[in-house]
């Protein structure tokens, strides 16, 4: 191999590692606040009036955790079905999972049992990172103290389902979506990289660095108030 080539290989590998694509579905029955949840952490932005997704809805955000530039693609499935289901193309080559339920809806926490079911035909969740974020913990009360009601509950309901972590979240005021988010990148990028390149976790690190402009793609038509 010539000199030329091996510098040309040595470039591409350069612009490779400082640049990956990573994909995160969210699921969860309708109503639980699932898009609303993700523009929250993409333009920081709650909007009553948005209705209930009808089909997959597309998200865009770039992140940078150390010198590496993640693009993370949201998709937000339609959660409209009695019985939750999910596709192949819908779930291939997913890097993480965030399975969305709301507070005091018993009902919606026990069917994430039925999402993660139904995602396991399709894809390996040994290789892809999960949190619960449940929703709207702006409703138990008016102080921070509040949110946190029970919340063992919810992590002992995380724990015996084998999902990585769990965390109380407001769309409308923001509460906790900075921090499950961050958790989730952060922990996609080690695995990531670790699996890759064979990187000690603590090479990576926590803090990620948002960017300025993030980027969101035309949405679904939708229906009915979620």
Same mark, same amino acid.
């Given at each position: 191999?010539?000199?030329?080539?091996?510098?040309?290989?040595?470039?591409?590998?350069?612009?490779?590692?400082?640049?990956?694509?990573?994909? *995160?579905?969210?699921?969860?029955?309708?109503?639980?606040?699932?898009?609303?949840?993700?523009?929250?952490?993409? !333009?920081?932005?709650?909007?009553?009036?948005?209705?209930?997704?009808?089909?997959? %809805?597309?998200?865009?955000?770039?992140?940078?955790?150390?010198?590496?530039?993640?693009?993370?693609?949201?998709?937000? !499935?339609?959660? %409209?079905?009695?019985?939750?289901?999910?596709?192949? !193309?819908?779930?291939?080559?997913?890097?993480?999972?965030?399975?969305?339920?709301?507070?005091?809806? %018993?009902?919606?926490?026990?069917?994430?049992?039925?999402?993660?079911?139904?995602? %396991?035909?399709?894809?390996?969740?040994?290789?892809?990172?999960?949190?619960?974020?449940?929703?709207?913990?702006?409703?138990?009360? =008016?102080?921070?103290?509040?949110?946190?009601?029970?919340?063992?509950?919810?992590?002992?309901?995380?724990?015996?389902?084998? *999902?990585?972590?769990?965390?109380?979240?407001?769309?409308?005021?923001?509460?906790?979506?900075?921090?499950?988010?961050?958790?989730?990148?952060? =922990?996609?990028?080690?695995?990531?990289?670790?699996?890759? =390149?064979?990187?000690? =976790?603590?090479?990576?690190?926590?803090?990620?660095?948002?960017?300025?402009?993030?980027?969101?793609?035309?949405?679904?038509?939708?229906?009915?108030?979620?």
């Amino acid at each position: 191999m010539s000199k030329e080539n091996r510098g040309k290989i040595s470039i591409h590998k350069s612009i490779k590692k400082k640049n990956k694509d990573l994909k *995160i579905i969210i699921v969860g029955d309708s109503g639980t606040g699932k898009t609303s949840f993700v523009n929250k952490y993409i !333009l920081n932005k709650f909007d009553e009036s948005y209705q209930a997704t009808i089909a997959t %809805q597309f998200n865009f955000k770039v992140v940078k955790i150390g010198e590496i530039v993640y693009r993370i693609q949201f998709w937000d !499935l339609a959660g %409209q079905d009695r019985s939750p289901g999910t596709t192949k !193309l819908f779930t291939k080559d997913s890097n993480g999972i965030v399975f969305c339920c709301e507070v005091n809806n %018993q009902e919606s926490r026990n069917n994430i049992i039925k999402w993660k079911d139904s995602i %396991q035909q399709n894809l390996n969740l040994e290789t892809v990172q999960t949190i619960i974020v449940e929703n709207k913990c702006d409703l138990l009360g =008016e102080k921070e103290s509040d949110y946190i009601k029970d919340i063992d509950d919810l992590k002992n309901f995380a724990e015996e389902n084998n *999902i990585n972590n769990c965390f109380r979240v407001s769309a409308l005021n923001g509460y906790g979506i900075d921090e499950s988010m961050n958790y989730l990148v952060n =922990e996609i990028a080690k695995f990531i990289n670790f699996n890759d =390149e064979g990187e000690n =976790e603590e090479s990576i690190r926590d803090t990620i660095a948002l960017s300025e402009k993030p980027h969101l793609s035309l949405r679904a038509k939708k229906k009915n108030c979620c």
